[in-house]
Nanobody, 129 residues
Framework: EVQLQASGGGLVQAGESRRLSCAASGFDFHDYAIGWFRQVPGKEREGISGIMSIGRDTWYADSAKDRFTISLDVTSNTVYLQISNLNPEDTAVYYC??????????????????????WGKGTQVTVSS
């Protein structure tokens, strides 16, 4: 059973940095993508960033290109999202999701634009001004 566990959220001050982690387990495939999404109550969920296990291709939303960095540790199947210079608009529940790409030729942008198959519970990030 595929499981995704997001962690690293909490209450932070504006201007600080935070690293979120997404630990994936139960994978019986090695070609996959993991993406980070966030959602504010009353708003649609938005894709922030994604990464592919093979080739490490990455994708960032335009709003995330300056302050967000995604990385993958394949030995532990853990994806990290480093967020710098946090501001109150970053307050949201952050989710990670995964997609099996064993039979797919989709690039990371396409994967992030489609509904991903596996989702974990989110981690709340609250930024105070």
């Amino acid at each position: 059973e595929v499981q995704l566990q997001a962690s690293g959220g909490g209450l932070v001050q504006a201007g600080e940095s935070r690293r979120l982690s997404c630990a994936a387990s139960g994978f019986d495939f090695h070609d996959y993508a993991i993406g980070w999404f966030r959602q504010v109550p009353g708003k649609e969920r938005e894709g922030i960033s994604g990464i592919m296990s093979i080739g490490r291709d990455t994708w960032y939303a335009d709003s995330a290109k300056d302050r967000f960095t995604i990385s993958l540790d394949v030995t532990s199947n853990t994806v990290y999202l480093q967020i710098s210079n946090l501001n109150p608009e970053d307050t949201a529940v952050y989710y990670c999701a995964a997609e099996d790409l064993t039979h797919s030729l989709a690039n990371i942008a396409t994967v992030m634009g489609n509904k991903m198959r596996y989702w974990g519970k989110g981690t709340q990030v609250t930024v105070s001004s």
